[in-house]
């Protein structure tokens, strides 16, 4: 088993991408299926966007293991009222300022919902948030 | 190690190389190594991009292309130019001089690979309109882009655009329109005067096709020598006269950067230069680019123009075809058609590529647990590295010398601060340093006589 872990600052969006950007490199280096390594950058990359765009700040455990990968994002920030509805296509609370950007589209959880095969979502008003994101690696 | 199943077409002349290491400097793929004084290239890695070709001093570094006379193993010999090799030539020597000399020296029929572009452009058009294809779609021109995303960036490879490049579509129709005119199929040699070392590659072992349509491939620059020694010896033979079919503005500027970009449809992006396609495949990897339809994206900075096996300078080649563009602009209605129009149906149905595969080299061991074991002894050899990434251990990175140590092809003692700290604690002697020296750099570097 191998254990990563990154930490995200709120508001940085010039290194929003980089925890994703350096476990593709693991991945890759440990012949993790493209496919797969794909599906996991890909959401990893949509969930750090998410801590940037409306935490304070946050950190990132990977655990790789040869049968699953799991990603815990632990922030703190103002939480989600209701994950039900922002797990919704195109539902988004970001800011205007966020959305100049280019980001706040609110396809972030949804997106994560469909490159995941086990998505946990733990959040309490006014503290934080944790996403925990699993993928299998041997099924086929 | 596994044997490498892909050709390459760069190889290091050993007698020359002073194994300086600017070429491992260079590779944008990390493929490069320096041991025992030279330049090695590793099979797996390498894309035949040809960055290192470009900063070898001593012109160590090679294109092993075919000889020039087996075209005479052929009894039609058919050269197919891009349109850069004009470019090469001074502004006052003629497109039909050069079409003369091809004749003398050898050929019997010249043609340019351009003028099959306008097919290709709507094929693609028509590709785009497909609904279930990912986006976004990566342009398929430059062999060493697609040799690229094979080895680092695998999980794109169903990006890629599955249609033949113009140069093999151009082969498909000449041959065809020969076979068509009553000539045996045996007798007809295409050969590729190439501007770059990865569509030699492409050639000698293709991707997404069973076998190359290009019979042999020759270097640029070298047959630009020939045609210009013997335009300056005098030997145009004016009673030679070329039938040169004028291409579109587009089908000219197709190979520079750009050219693709701005002919197919939807939000496209163009990008040149081995490190700027790298950066940004990262990006579209992640999905942290979207809404984009087309990418084209080549090796070389301004397209094929920046081809290493070019004579002249990249700027003055594209100054030189747009000003073709002008003239053709002016004798508008004159074009003479190549009746490329009378073949598109079989031309259409037989550009489709087959799967691009994946060939991931990336990896520190094909057994997932075995691989996170050289990746935690990497990381572990890495913290006691300097960082500074100074190449004196024949390696570009201390990261890659941690990773080499792991796969069992180097030693910590390779590097030199390492070496130090041996030497403090009684483990090495200076002997036994100098010598893991001289391995890595022959044995001139420690005697001072490199050069």
Redesign the interface.
């Known amino acids: 088993m191998m254990k990563l872990d990154y930490k995200i600052e709120g508001g940085d969006f010039t290194n929003a991408g980089h925890a994703s950007s350096e476990v593709k490199k693991v991945l890759k280096k440990l012949n993790v299926d493209p496919k797969i390594t794909r599906r996991v950058v890909v959401s990893l990359y949509e969930a750090e966007v998410n801590v940037v765009a409306h935490a304070y700040r946050g950190e990132i455990f990977v655990e790789i293991s040869t049968n699953k990968i799991i990603i815990k994002l632990v922030d703190e920030g103002p939480g989600i009222h209701n994950v039900d509805q922002a797990m919704e296509e195109g539902y988004s609370t970001a800011s205007e300022e966020v959305r100049q950007m280019g980001f706040g589209a609110g396809m972030g959880l949804a997106n994560i919902n469909k490159n995941t095969d086990e998505l946990n979502i733990y959040s309490e008003v006014n503290k934080g948030t944790t996403v925990e994101m699993i993928t299998y690696l041997d099924k086929n | 190690m596994t044997k490498s199943f892909f050709y390459h077409a760069l190889k290091i002349n050993e007698e020359t190389c002073i194994g300086c290491s600017h070429c491992m400097n260079a590779c944008p793929t990390e493929a490069i190594r320096v041991w025992n004084g030279k330049a090695i290239i590793d099979d797996d890695q390498c894309v035949d991009c040809g960055e290192c070709e470009r900063v070898c001093p001593v012109n160590a570094i090679y294109v092993e292309d075919d000889s020039f006379d087996d075209i005479f193993n052929f009894k039609y010999r058919i050269a197919l130019f891009p349109s850069v090799f004009i470019g090469q030539f001074p502004e006052d020597v003629k497109a039909s001089q050069v079409y003369s000399v091809m004749r003398h020296i050898g050929f019997t029929h010249v043609y340019e690979v351009e003028r099959a572009v306008e097919i290709l452009n709507s094929s693609i058009i028509k590709y785009q309109a497909n609904s279930d294809i990912e986006l976004p779609i990566i342009s398929s021109f430059c062999p060493a882009i697609i040799r690229l995303i094979q080895v680092k960036y695998?999980?794109l490879?169903d990006n890629v655009l599955k249609l033949s490049t113009p140069s093999d579509i151009a082969a498909m129709f000449y041959k065809q329109k020969l076979i068509d005119e009553g000539i045996s199929e045996d007798e007809i040699g295409i050969f590729y005067i190439t501007p770059c070392a990865a569509k030699i590659a492409a050639v000698r072992s293709p991707v997404g096709e069973e076998k190359s349509i290009v019979d042999g491939v020759i270097n640029l620059n070298n047959l630009h020598n020939r045609v210009y020694s013997e335009i300056k010896k005098g030997n145009v033979d004016n009673s030679i006269i070329p039938e040169p079919t004028e291409l579109y503005d587009f089908e000219l500027m197709w190979s520079f950067t750009r050219g693709e970009a701005s002919r197919v449809k939807g939000r496209t992006l163009a990008i040149d230069g081995m490190k700027n396609v790298m950066e940004f495949l990262?990006?579209v990897?992640?999905?942290?680019v979207s809404g984009i339809d087309y990418l084209e994206c080549r090796a070389c900075k301004e397209g094929c123009a920046g081809g290493i096996l070019n004579n002249e300078n990249r700027f003055l080649i594209v100054e030189r075809l747009q000003k073709r563009v002008e003239r053709n602009n002016q004798k508008k209605g004159k074009v003479v058609l190549s009746g490329i129009e009378k073949y598109s149906e079989y031309l259409v149905n037989n550009m489709q590529l087959g799967e691009v595969v994946?060939r991931?080299m990336?990896?520190?061991?094909?057994?997932?647990?075995t691989?996170?074991q050289k990746?935690?002894e990497a990381q572990k050899i890495e913290v006691r590295l300097p960082g500074i990434d100074c190449g004196a251990c024949g390696a570009p990175s201390c990261r890659a010398l941690s990773?080499d140590i792991v796969k069992g092809n180097a030693t910590q003692s390779h590097c030199v601060f390492v070496q130090k700290v041996l030497m403090s604690r009684g483990e090495i002697n200076m002997e036994t340093a100098f010598a893991i020296i001289d391995k890595i750099w022959g044995d001139k570097i420690v005697k001072g006589s490199k050069k």
Request: glycine share 0%; hydrophobic share 40%.
């Open positions: 695998p999980s490879v990262e990006m990897e992640n999905e942290e994946p991931s990336m990896m520190l061991d094909s057994d997932m647990e691989a996170m990746m935690k990773e």
